[in-house]
C-alpha cells in the first residue's frame, strides 16, 4: 500500500508531461444500468489515444523499427502490434451465457462464451498473413495467461463481412482477416492480473480500483475485451473493456434489488487516476421513477445520471453510488410472457438420437414491426459435417425457400499438418415482420481416433456460437438494421462417438489376475513339499 501510495503522488507530479507526451491521451468510464430482471450490468471502458500514430507497414518487417516510446499506452502490448504489423485487432474472453431478450444489446458486443481473437493485416511478401497470425496468438497467449495458442489452422477462417474493419484502412497493402474462437476457455485471475497492468493507473486508483477478482468473477456474467483500431483522423486506439451482470437479488437477505458500489464490488473509489483526461459513472436510469439515487447527480442528460470523477473536476469523489426501491419489500420477477428487449431472438439445438447423425436446428424470431434483413454466420470444427442438400427454411411448418439468399459455403480441407480446417456457412435471412424462422440441416459427426480424444471425452466437445449480424445498407435498404447489433448465440454441446476408454483398464485387470493365478499354482506346486506329519498322542 505504501508502494502505491509513492507511486500515485510521482505520477501526479508528472501529468502535465504525461498528457503531452507524444500526443498519448487516457480516458475511462463506468456504465451503470438496472435490468428489468433484477440484475445489474456495468461497463468499464478504459481507453488510450496515440494521436498521430500509424500501424506499421508489413513490407518493412524485415527492415530495423523505429524505437517506440510510451508514456501511458501500454508497452508490452505495443511491441506485439508493431512486431506482427497489426492494423486492427480484438480479442474477448467471456464467461458464461447473455441473455439477449431480457438484458438487451451489451455495450460491446463480443459476448460469445470462451475465447475469440479476430485480426486484420496487411499482405507482405516478407512474412505471410499465416506467420503473422501463429506469432500473434502465441504472444497473446503469453501475455494474457490464456489458451490461446490452441487457436490454430483448425479453428481459423477469414469471415470479412461478419467482422469487417472498425477504423479505417490503410493503403499500404491489402488486407486480410484471421478470426477463430475457443469456447471452452475458462476466466479467471490469472487472465485480470495482465489485464490491469496494461493500465496507466493500475489498480491502485480511479475506476479500475473496483475491480475486485472475488466479486467479478461471482458474478452471473463477465467477460473482457482488448480492442485496438486504427483511425485516420485520430490515431492508434486501444480500448480495454470488462463487463459483468450482478445478482443483488441473489445475494440480499431480503431479496432487493437495492444496490451501491460498494455491494456491488466490495471496493470504493479512494481517489481518481491523476493520468486521465476524463473519468465519470454513468448510470442509465429506469424508466420508471419509484427509484431512489445518491447522492444526487449533478448532471441529468437524456435519462443519465453522470459523475465526473476526473482531478480536474470541482465535484468530490463520492464515497459510494447507490440506487434503491423504498417502495418494494422484495423485488418480485416479471411474469412471463415478456416482450424481448432486442428486435431479434435466436435460438439453436442440435440433436439426434445416435452417436454418428443429428440435425442442427436454427430459430429465428423477429419481434419488430418491421422486416429484417440479418446475415447468418455459422463456423463449424470438422467435428461437424453440414450437409447443404438437407438444408430447409420453414415458416409455420412451411418451405420458404425464397427467404434465403447469398448462401456460401466452405467445406472443410486438408492442411499440411493432416489437419482440417473448419467449415464456414454464410447466408443472407429476410425474416418477416412478428414470425419466427426456422433453419434446420443434418450433420455428420465425426469419428476420431482415440488419441484425439480430450481427458474427459465422456463430456462432449464444445462448438461456437453461430453469429447474426445486420448488413449494410447499401445492400438492403428496406430492412431495419440500425437498431441492433451481432448477436451470438449460446455455444452447443455436441456427443461424439467415443470409444469404452475404460476397456484397456479391464484388460490390464483381468490379465493381471489371471497371471497372479496361473503363478501362484505354478509357484506352489514347484516349491511345495507334500510330507506326512505324525502327530503323537
Known sequence: MRRASVWIFLASLCAPSFALYLGENYREDLRIQPLRDGR??????????????????PKALGQLDESQHYALFPLTLGQILREYAITELHLTLNAGRWNYDNWGHPHEAGVGTGAELWAWMGASEVTTVDERWSGLRNALSGLFCASLGSLDSRRTLSPTVAFPLSGSTPTFAPHELRH?????????????????????CKSYAGLASLLNPQKVFDADWHGMGIHVIWKEDTGVELKLTLQAVFNPVRTSAGKRRDWNLQLLFDRSIERSCPVASSSSITVILPEHKDYQIIPEYPAHVDGLAIYDLSSSSNFTIPSNIAMSWPSEHSFQYPLPPL??????????????????????????????PQEISAGYLEMMPALLTLWMHTLKVEINSQI?????????????????????SPSMLQAVLTIPPKTTLKISMEVNKAFLKYTEHPPDAMRGWDLPGAVFFPLPQSSHNTSSNDDWERIYTPTLLVDLPTPDFS???????LSCTLVTLIFGSIFNLLTRKWVVVEIQE
Do not use: W
Open 400 to 420: 420458404r425457400s425464397d427467404l434465403l439468399s447469398g448462401l456460401k459455403y466452405h467445406p472443410p480441407s486438408p492442411q499440411s499438418n493432416d489437419r482440417l
Open 40 to 57: 445489474v450490468s456495468t461497463t468499464f471502458s478504459f481507453v488510450t489515444v496515440l494521436e498521430s500514430a500509424v500501424p506499421r507497414n
Open 503 to 509: 476397456m484397456p483398464y479391464n484388460v490390464i485387470i
Open 339 to 368: 416482450i424481448p428487449v432486442t428486435p431479434l431472438s435466436v435460438k439453436r439445438t442440435i440433436h439426434g438420437t445416435t452417436q454418428t447423425r443429428g440435425v442442427l436446428s436454427v430459430s429465428v424470431t423477429n419481434n419488430s
Open 180 to 200: 477463430a474462437s475457443l469456447p471452452s476457455e475458462n476466466v479467471c485471475t490469472e487472465n485480470l492480473t495482465p489485464f490491469l497492468k496494461l493500465l496507466p
